[in-house]
């Protein structure tokens, strides 16, 4: 964002700092709970998102897919964010991730995330009464065994209050609100959801349907808020798959 001070344009603190907003950490808060039943009927659930910034506009799209099985829960992640001011390009971001589950325990963690700058990796397993992280720009991170990603992907945030970054493994300390029942607008249609706040060094916001399906959920920093609006829901549940349309 560009405006004019006395010494001629400048960039302002939100520009700058775009590229270190950490809005793809949400990614791992809501994980562990069948998702609308899909772990039990063995089908592959996918949950896509449209991404918006509240300075920037839409940026992009984000995307579970939710894979139940005998010996637990894989989910697999997509993200592609682009960022444009003026018609020029200030930040771009893609990442693919696979989280494997047992039960509530996330056993591994495998994530690559470039944004522009290089791509950056990181791996976890399940040691013990730990998860061991290891990062190419970090290191190795130790932390308890119930740790969750940012990702949402179940309700089953409620049980932790560790966080794992899946662009970088740093750890975060979050405390989460009651919920709050409450009805969210989606593109002008009522959804009835469940509302709930996690603070930790960011604040987030997560909206859950009756199913225990993230319909939205917001990352709220110094850039700006993003929003993570659920625009199709496939294999999800027995509610239209597709949001927030009439």
Known sequence: MMIRGKTGWRTTRRARSFKALPFLTMVGLLAGTSVAGSAAADTPAEFIYRVSHSVFGDIGTY??????????????????????????????????RTERWQGNRLVSFHGITDKGDGPTEVKGEARGNNFVITSSKDGTIVAPASVHPANPWSANFLSSNTMMRPDSGKLEQVRIGGGQETTLKIDGAAVSAVKFEIDGSTR?????????VPVQFVVDDDTGKVTFTLAKCVHCGPEPTQLGTR
């Open 63 to 96: 995307t579970n897919t939710v894979e139940p099985g005998r010996d637990g829960t894989t989910v697999q992640t997509q993200a592609h964010f682009q960022v444009s001011m003026l018609g020029v390009r200030v930040h771009r971001e893609d990442a693919e």
């Open 204 to 212: 987030y916001t997560v909206w859950l349907d009756g199913r225990g």
